[in-house]
């Protein structure tokens, strides 16, 4: 499995910006299928973004306009900026290799909070 970690987390004020990054163990990075997902306590891990190999890209309608999914083949990284943040954007992020199920991050905090 992939080795994934993710770093760029914090608190942050309600319309404030946070970028996360996800470090890929993997020299295959180039082409797969990236994903950033985010769980609050209780809930489902939910779809934020994803990123094909191509560079094409997918938001959850609850981002769109507000999140960037990107990629860096030669640093095998993979980010999320996040603009314009809500409370209720408040959650632990994780990134995730599409297709592989034990490919997860270990998570990182985002709080959106005053």
């Known amino acids: 499995q992939v080795q994934l970690v993710e770093s760029g987390g914090g608190l942050v004020q309600p319309g404030g910006s946070l970028r996360l990054s996800c470090a890929a163990s993997?020299?295959?990075?180039?082409?797969?299928?990236m994903g950033w997902y985010r769980q609050v306590p209780g809930k489902q891990r939910d779809l934020v973004a994803v990123?094909?190999?191509?560079?094409?890209?997918n938001y959850a309608d609850s981002v769109k306009g507000r999140f960037t999914i990107s990629r860096d083949n030669g640093k095998k990284t993979v980010y999320l900026q996040m603009n314009s943040l809500k409370p209720e954007d408040t959650a632990v992020y994780y990134c995730?290799?599409?297709?592989?199920?034990?490919?997860w991050g270990q998570g990182t905090q985002v709080t959106v909070s005053s």
């Open positions: 995730h290799v599409i297709g592989q199920s034990g490919s």
């Open positions: 993997t020299s295959m990075f180039n082409i797969l299928g």
């Open positions: 990123i094909g190999s191509g560079g094409n890209t």
